[in-house]
């Protein structure tokens, strides 16, 4: 059974830089932490996708939802 932190699209922030991107694969191991692929812009504006461990992401306090 998977236990997720995040679901896909979720905007997460990355805990060591502040960067801030969307949720965009994850993946489980069974001898490993669960990790996640997120699209975000560095810091010098290049567009990035790269994997992250759950415990270097957190949810982005200042990403709101836009109701349609």
Same mark, same amino acid.
């Given at each position: 059974?998977? #236990?997720? =932190?995040? #679901?896909?699209?979720?905007? %997460?922030?990355?805990?060591?830089?502040? @960067?801030?991107?969307?949720?965009k694969s994850r993946a489980?191991?069974? +001898?490993? /932490?669960?990790? $996640?692929?997120?699209? $975000? /812009? +560095?810091?010098?504006?290049?567009? %990035?996708?790269? !994997? !992250?461990?759950? +415990?270097?992401? @957190? =949810?982005?306090?200042?990403? @709101? @939802? %836009?109701?349609?």
């Amino acid at each position: 059974m998977s #236990n997720f =932190k995040f #679901n896909l699209g979720d905007h %997460v922030k990355i805990s060591s830089s502040g @960067e801030t991107g969307a949720i965009k694969s994850r993946a489980e191991h069974t +001898a490993h /932490k669960n990790n $996640y692929q997120v699209h $975000y /812009k +560095a810091a010098d504006g290049r567009a %990035v996708d790269c !994997w !992250w461990d759950e +415990a270097d992401l @957190e =949810k982005d306090p200042d990403f @709101e @939802e %836009v109701s349609s």
